[in-house]
């Protein structure tokens, strides 16, 4: 049944086809299309305007970890609102939300990373670290340590330095990036690119590229290695196991500052509270943004080490957003950590629902369409392929056979996402096993259509 408090979808889709431009999209396409129109959300689930329930199994844009609608944090977002809406963090003032949220997030960041500035993004948050390493750099009569390394087919967001830092290719092609001093070496994604090694060897020969990127450039002009835990807008690219213990070996052995990009791992999704936790990563510092406020509200930010902080906080740092700390935005992430807490849903995730959600995920690998599946906590992803033994990639262009499964997926009313001919999902943490079971059939199925229009259209044939 079509929602009646809003106007009829039809309407709203040319108004959205007519004035509003989507991001990471192509518009006129869409315009012919017409947007699907979310209108409400509850727990793991999305209605649509016409009343069609959606299992919303990417938790929005991977930040949605507590789970849609949940009264709580609209209460602390009004009392907030009515206290003081908004102030400003820049000329030697504070205020309690944002004093209360950096007391928290230095209690659950492990080690001496006790110190947050604010940002509204993910983005802003690692602009924010490319000026703050080189300029940490600097202040310690280091100004040659420019470079950052990164990684090919990384996402550390869509800003200048974001893009930048991010090894996206189709974002470089557009406005002249990467910026200067950003130099990207190879992802461990074993499946795509592992080629006869073994994963383990593979593993170990992309770390080792982080090494060899050192010595070429030169370690006293690397400023810092950025990296996520799990690659998450990449393909949930699950490394092998051996690659997280030789990226350390070498971290430890060359002075770097590290930046684990914690935007999509930190806040449970993978079973800690971050991701190099679960990886036995030691950053210097993380981004974080996304589940920091599970999405209701736009907030960011890098937590940094004693170390940096006190180096940075030597001089003036000429960098802030007017929304730093935003009062609103604080006292929701706060309302956030607190459920996330309470409700144990980071240990929920390790102990109960990621395990009872891997079982099940990975059995989709006896589906003749899926090669292999990754998983770590709630995020994963599996690689579709018209030939397992060989891990072949499709005959026709890169994602398009991954589109065509998410179009299924999006009918079924299921959300998965594509990225190529990967498959990926990281659900809510609240998802229950009723609903793991709902999302599992749903994609069962969709790789069962997927499979005959393959079949049917001649698609089924490896490159
Ligand atoms: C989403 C994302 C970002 C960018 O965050 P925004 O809030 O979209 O700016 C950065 N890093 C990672 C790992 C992300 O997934």
Known sequence: MPLTNIRPTAELQAMDAAHHMHPFTAGNDLATKGARIIARGNGVWLTDSEGTEILDGMSG???????????ELAAAAERQMRELPFYNTFFQTSHAPVIELSAKLAELVPGDLNNVFFASSGSE????????????????????????????????????????????VPMHQQG??????VHHINQPNWWAEGGDMSPEEFGHARA???ETA????????????????IQGAGGVIVPPDSYWPEIQRICDA?????????VICGFGRTGNWFGHETVGWRPDIITIAKGLSSGYQPIGGSVVSDEIAGVIGSDEFNHGYTYSGHPVAAAVALENLRILVEENMVARVRDQIGPYLKERWTALTDHPLVGEAKIVG??????????????????????????ICREFSFANNLIMRHVGDRMIIAPPLCITEAEVDTLVERAWTTFDQTHAKLKAEGMLRAA
């Open 176 to 181: 002249s990036l990467p910026i200067p001093d």
């Open 254 to 262: 060359h002075d770097i500052l590290l930046i684990a990009d914690e």
């Open 378 to 403: 709630l995020m994963g992803s599996l690689a579709l392929t018209p030939d397992k033994s060989s891990r072949a990639a499709f005959a026709a262009e890169a994602g398009t056979v991954g589109y």
């Open 208 to 210: 080792r590229e982080l």
């Open 61 to 71: 844009l991977w930040c949605v970890n507590i789970g849609y609608g949940r009264a």
């Open 214 to 229: 050192i010595h070429e450039i030169g370690e006293d002009k690397v400023a810092a290695f950025i990296a996520e835990p």
């Open 125 to 168: 948050a690692n602009d924010t670290n490319i000026r703050m390493v080189r300029h940490y750099w600097s202040l310690k009569g280091k100004p040659e340590k420019t470079v950052i390394i990164s990684r090919k087919n990384a996402y550390h967001g869509s800003t200048l330095g974001g893009a930048s830092l991010g090894g996206m």
